[in-house]
């Protein structure tokens, strides 16, 4: 018989846990980065993070949060049985995730537009590398959480949303380092 | 998790976002920055706990959400330091 294993406790699959955990690891290992580099040029960084549209990225902290609420509906509505109920939350978390990319793709073109590129500053260096990384993310799930509510098994929706969730987990901590703290 | 539960973690998540936004925007960060530094990041710890306990429904796992709980912790911590470095110097 085989033996309980501690793994066995955690809700949902394994291996999403595995990489939720590596996503944290690899956006983690970023932000400390980006700190270490700061500590050279705190006034350079400050002048260059200034140059960030801030309502523009707390605007699309609700977005992204607003929509991992309707990512945790839907697989609560699919627990219940309500199929039709979870679909519709699918589809409007998934849009809430176009309107992410959509905020994210203004601010970018605005910052093209003003001359600023990667190359700029280092601090645009990290500015684009980890919220252009995260906006994959994010597009990856725009595609997933449809296609889950095409193919609406609980395990698929489990599977779907905890990516959606941890792209959100990865944003709380991504927004505050980038864009707050001076 | 029930729907209520949902609602209210995301309530406290728009109302943490909107707060550490708020402090970002005002003038207390000129007067104390470490302060607002260390404000900021405790609410991005919390926000991630919420995420973590009620979306992807580590209240169910105790055991890993305290070792979650830790581990974001422990990032926040070297977060913090790395972002006070500048000011010892």
Request: aromatic share 12%; net charge neutral.
């Amino acid at each position: 018989m085989r033996q309980p294993h501690a793994s066995d406790e955690l809700p949902g699959e394994l291996l999403m846990w595995i990489l939720i955990v590596s996503e944290l690891a690899v956006f983690a290992a970023g932000l400390a980065v980006f700190l270490s580099v700061r500590i050279t040029d705190p006034e350079g960084f400050a002048q260059a993070q200034d140059m960030l549209d801030r309502r523009a990225a707390g605007i699309n902290t609700v977005v992204l949060i607003t929509s991992g609420f309707l990512a945790a509906m839907a697989y609560r509505m699919r627990q219940l049985g309500q199929r039709g109920k979870a679909r519709l939350l699918l589809i409007s978390a998934a849009l809430l995730g176009v309107l992410f990319l959509w905020i994210k793709g203004a601010e970018f073109a605005s910052k093209s537009a003003a001359g600023i590129v990667w190359d700029t500053h280092p601090f645009f260096n990290f500015y684009f590398l980890l919220t252009g990384f995260h906006a994959a993310h994010v597009a990856a799930g725009v595609v997933l959480l449809p296609l889950v509510a095409w193919r609406d098994t609980v395990e698929n929706i489990e599977d779907a949303t905890a990516f959606w969730h941890m792209v959100d987990l990865v944003w709380v901590l991504l927004f505050p380092v980038i864009y707050l703290l001076r | 998790m029930t729907e209520r539960a949902l609602y209210i973690a995301w309530a406290t998540l728009i109302a943490l976002s909107l707060g550490s936004t708020a402090l970002a925007a005002s003038g207390l960060w000129v007067h104390w920055p470490v302060a607002s530094g260390v404000a900021v990041l405790v609410l991005a710890w919390w926000k991630a706990r919420i995420i973590l306990a009620r979306y992807l429904g580590l209240d169910a796992a105790p055991a890993w959400r305290r070792r979650f709980d830790f581990g974001l912790g422990c990032l926040c911590v070297l977060m913090l330091g790395l972002y006070l470095a500048p000011l010892a110097m």
